[in-house]
């Protein structure tokens, strides 16, 4: 950049979009305990040396979340799947297979984008297993960085995008270049949910895996 002018310009709407971005997170923790949405999650696959457009697969459902800990996606398509988080064991159901697999709660969601949204009520615990940095304003959307402090997980980056101070997108990276949007919709904070909608049980017949 050559002028002084617009340095300044920059720096100055990325800290105002920084700190917009940090007052919709701590208000989020802080005064949503639970809530419920409906999901589109677009995953966008890198191109292969003979592809010339990059893959993608859209999927849709319902999300809800209870603090501390517990939270539920149910997608309805193209496939059938929940996971639920009871607050001790991560579930996933594959429904067309009828197959479970559990995993301790504590092992997989530590730096997780569920995590940023299910488990603490206040920065602190975040910046414990997240470094957080400012996002420029974009799409209407004021954003934050989350990368995870280990580096060896599969998630590179999360993008979180609060409209009017209400989660509106999670923008997830992993390791192997593939891409994950979810865009909520018909958000509603502080929903009536209880610890028991959170309890799983795997179907009659379904085989169960414990990694």
């Given at each position: 950049?050559?002028k002084?002018?617009?340095?300044?310009?920059?720096?100055?709407?990325?800290?105002?979009?920084?700190?917009d971005?940090l007052?919709?997170?701590?208000?989020?923790?802080r005064?949503?305990?639970?809530?419920k949405a409906?999901?589109?999650?677009?995953?966008?696959?890198?191109?292969?040396?003979?592809e010339?457009?990059?893959?993608?697969?859209?999927?849709?459902?319902?999300?809800?979340?209870?603090?501390?800990?517990?939270?539920?996606?149910?997608?309805?398509?193209?496939?059938?799947?929940?996971?639920?988080?009871?607050?001790?064991?991560?579930?996933?159901?594959?429904?067309?297979?009828?197959?479970?697999?559990?995993?301790?709660q504590?092992?997989?969601?530590?730096?997780?984008p569920a995590?940023?949204?299910?488990?603490?009520?206040?920065?602190?615990g975040?910046?414990?297993?997240?470094?957080l940095?400012?996002?420029?304003?974009?799409?209407?959307l004021?954003?934050l960085?989350?990368?995870p402090?280990?580096?060896?997980?599969?998630?590179?980056?999360?993008?979180?995008?609060?409209k009017?101070?209400?989660?509106?997108v999670?923008?997830?990276?992993?390791?192997?270049?593939?891409?994950?949007?979810?865009?909520?919709?018909?958000?509603?904070?502080n929903?009536?949910?209880k610890a028991?909608?959170?309890?799983f049980?795997?179907?009659?017949?379904?085989?169960?895996m414990?990694?």
């Amino acid at each position: 950049m050559k002028k002084l002018l617009l340095v300044c310009s920059l720096s100055l709407a990325s800290m105002g979009a920084w700190a917009d971005g940090l007052q919709d997170l701590e208000k989020f923790l802080r005064e949503v305990s639970s809530g419920k949405a409906g999901f589109t999650q677009v995953v966008t696959s890198p191109k292969r040396a003979t592809e010339t457009v990059a893959r993608s697969k859209t999927s849709t459902g319902t999300f809800e979340f209870l603090r501390p800990n517990r939270f539920r996606f149910e997608y309805t398509k193209p496939f059938e799947q929940t996971i639920v988080a009871d607050g001790q064991t991560l579930w996933l159901h594959d429904v067309d297979l009828n197959q479970v697999t559990a995993r301790g709660q504590k092992e997989v969601l530590g730096s997780t984008p569920a995590a940023l949204i299910a488990a603490g009520t206040d920065l602190k615990g975040l910046s414990d297993a997240f470094d957080l940095k400012p996002g420029a304003a974009k799409d209407g959307l004021e954003w934050l960085e989350a990368k995870p402090k280990d580096r060896n997980g599969q998630l590179q980056m999360v993008r979180v995008g609060f409209k009017q101070g209400q989660l509106s997108v999670l923008d997830i990276e992993d390791s192997l270049g593939q891409r994950s949007v979810l865009t909520f919709s018909n958000w509603q904070s502080n929903a009536p949910l209880k610890a028991v909608d959170f309890k799983f049980e795997p179907p009659a017949g379904a085989s169960v895996m414990r990694p």
